[in-house]
């Protein structure tokens, strides 16, 4: 097995965030999320299902059912913008951090 290439990168991810997003697959997702914002320096970021099942493993379907639990819970915010239409995120770093007791960062 040494020398084989299992991925083009691996991923960090939160654990704490499995405490409010409910599983493993929504610490993921919400990490990855951070993640990218953070790199862009951006507020609001753009990837499509195939390029975060490529960085996540997580399929359509599981992306679907995070997203909608995620934004039910107030930590994900959608819009779509553009022609064509663009699906665009934002984490709503308070709730994140009133939910994980966190204050003062």
Do not use: C
């Amino acid at each position: 097995m040494e020398g084989t290439n299992y991925t083009n990168y691996s991923i960090v991810y939160y654990p704490r965030l499995v405490k409010i997003t409910g599983d493993i697959k929504g610490a993921i997702f919400l990490s990855r999320l951070l993640h990218w914002i953070d790199e862009q320096n951006s507020g609001w970021i753009n990837k499509t299902q195939q390029e975060i099942e490529e960085e996540t493993g997580l399929s359509r379907y599981e992306q679907e059912n995070i997203r909608k639990k995620l934004r039910t819970k107030g930590f994900l915010l959608e819009k779509y913008e553009g022609v064509p239409r663009k699906l665009f995120f934002a984490v709503n770093i308070e709730k994140i951090k009133s939910s994980l007791n966190i204050t003062g960062e």
